[in-house]
């Protein structure tokens, strides 16, 4: 059974940092690729960022230059620091896995940024 748990999310304030965490079991995590996914109050989901098996990676306009992806294979984990994080960058982050035409989700973890 495929589960994927996020956490490292948040309050902080403009100009901060923070790193998201997904682990994942019930997968051979090396042979998939991973995203990161946010959804703000009254918004559709959108991609942050992306990471192939191969280490190819791609970003959001939104939060390039500003946000790093990256996988370890060895802990099956994904993870996403933002930094310079502004008021736009706060919403419910998810982690994804997509395998065929099915998308599995995490349960989000919370990011506020907020004077």
């Known amino acids: 059974q495929v589960q994927l748990v996020e956490s490292g999310g948040g309050s902080v304030q403009p100009g901060g940092s923070l790193k998201l965490s997904c682990a994942a079991s019930?997968?051979?995590?090396?042979?998939?690729?991973m995203g990161w996914y946010r959804q703000a109050p009254g918004k559709q989901r959108e991609l942050v960022a992306a990471?192939?098996?191969?280490?190819?990676?791609s970003y959001a306009d939104s939060v390039k230059g500003r946000s790093t992806i990256s996988r370890d294979n060895a802990k099956n984990t994904v993870s996403l620091q933002m930094n310079s994080l502004k008021p736009e960058d706060t919403a419910v982050y998810y982690c994804?896995?997509?395998?065929?035409?099915?998308?599995?989700w995490g349960q989000g973890t919370q990011v506020t940024v907020s004077s």
């Open positions: 994804n896995l997509k395998i065929g035409i099915g998308d599995y």
């Open positions: 019930g997968i051979t995590f090396r042979l998939y690729s």
């Open positions: 990471i192939s098996i191969g280490g190819s990676i």
